[in-house]
């Protein structure tokens, strides 16, 4: 086996499986897409049950420090015993998300010495095994946002979706908004179209979002998405928006004026720019 997977060692079809049986398979270099994923699908299996067991299967190099912290804050929030298997290698990243799960199981394959090694790591930390976690608890609907996520991430890897099935995705999700939001989500809408016509919409966390390359560049979130008092437009890192050493990514929104609309026109063209 080599020391560093370039290949994904499992097919789509493969993952799915083991996604029912509630294992989760990293196996290649640790990045924003998969790490993404592997989050999402942690926070979907812990609202689906609770009380089961979930597996992180690892065989990879490392990469990025982000997706890494995310997935070990997660491993800890959620109540579910997570265990990691390690079967080839698990450098850089990797050994920092490992630290995160209750339950550490250690395979190399092929076996060297030992066959396997267990390490409780509640044993080691002086916890129990049922001791409650002392990181960030997740809102009921910031859970049921990444599960939206993690459905649609399953969704797009089974059907390859073509891009009229996406913005009716889009405008069917606008369509179940309340009214106050509903209006302003279909401004934005219009407004990010005629602006951006390269702008591809999709759905990101069950939220109307517009993408270039696959990467998500601005997006509408809902008051009642979160149960905040006002709705917000905001634009991630891909959106060019650079501006000295600081600049705005997010605006609150109660309504939309012609001057609030020509304002986001114009910052949707500088973002794509």
Known sequence: MSDSPKQPLF??????????????????????????????????????DPSADISLWIHSP???????????????????????????????????????ARLLRLVSFPPTGRRETVMNDEKKSGR?????????????EEKAAMKERAKELKAEAARGKKE??????????IAE???????????????????????KPKLW?????YAKDGKVVCYFTSADKFKARYAS????EAANLDEGSMWATSFALTKLTATDEKKLGELVKKAVS
């Open 164 to 173: 009229a099935d996406l913005e009716s995705e889009v405008l069917a999700k």
């Open 11 to 48: 097919t789509e079809t493969v993952r799915r499986e083991f996604f029912e049986r509630r294992v989760l398979v990293l196996d290649g270099p640790l990045d924003d897409d998969n790490g993404t994923l592997l989050a999402t699908q942690l926070i979907a299996l812990a609202t689906e």
């Open 177 to 199: 908004m309340p009214k106050s939001d509903r209006t302003m989500a279909e401004r934005i809408h219009a407004l990010v179209k005629a602006n951006a016509p390269e702008l």
């Open 128 to 140: 129990g095994t049922k001791a409650k976690s002392t990181g960030p608890e997740f809102t009921p």
């Open 62 to 100: 490392g990469g990025s420090v982000p997706a890494m912290l995310a997935i070990r804050d997660i491993m800890r929030a959620i109540p579910n015993d997570v265990s990691t298997l390690v079967f080839g290698i698990a450098y850089s990243a990797n050994q920092f998300s490992r630290s995160g």
């Open 233 to 236: 437009f905001g634009f991630d």
């Open 205 to 209: 966390y069950g939220m109307p979002a």
